[in-house]
């Protein structure tokens, strides 16, 4: 019966080759177990036993400790079009709703605009960018702070 425990933690592990998940490497584990089990004695019940136990511990204890290295805290890294979501630019056409028009400068590049409260923003006024929708950035006008 050895053998099946041994084919079986070789699938598994295949399995886990091919995925990303870092699950079923514990199986594979557990079939090993369940092989070691099988030379001391030929019970099939027994063997599955060792092979589900041992499975599900190793999976239960190592999952939060695996997730810290896996996830990272979930800080996902803004790229792209992406990154220019939070930062502040500058109105360089105006940007009417009703007319369709708007351009704001992001840096070194120009988007096409659309005010997140569909009000008009004249040109030259700072804007944050809040999202993107298609090829067009959702922005608000920034209210500057009066200066004494």
């Known amino acids: 019966m050895w053998q099946f ?12 080759i091919i995925t990303t998940g870092f699950l079923i490497f514990w199986l594979g584990i557990g079939s090993l177990l ?29 999952k939060p400790f695996v997730d810290k290295f896996i996830t990272k805290n979930d800080k996902k890294v803004k790229t792209n079009a992406y990154s220019i979501i939070g930062k502040v630019g ?33 040109k030259d006024a700072q804007i944050e960018i809040k999202e993107i929708i298609g090829v067009k950035v959702v922005v608000q006008e920034k209210v500057l702070a009066p200066q004494n």
């Open 34 to 62: 369940a092989m070691i089990v099988s030379f001391l004695t030929d019970n099939i019940i027994i063997q599955t036993a060792v092979f589900v136990v041992s499975s599900c511990l190793l999976i239960f204890l190592t």
């Open 90 to 122: 500058i109105v360089t056409e105006e940007i009417n709703p009703m007319l369709g028009t708007g351009l704001v400068k992001v840096g070194t590049e120009t988007w096409s605009a659309i005010s997140e409260d569909k009000s008009i923003i004249k």
């Open 5 to 16: 425990w041994l084919i079986a933690a070789g699938i598994f592990f295949i399995g886990e």
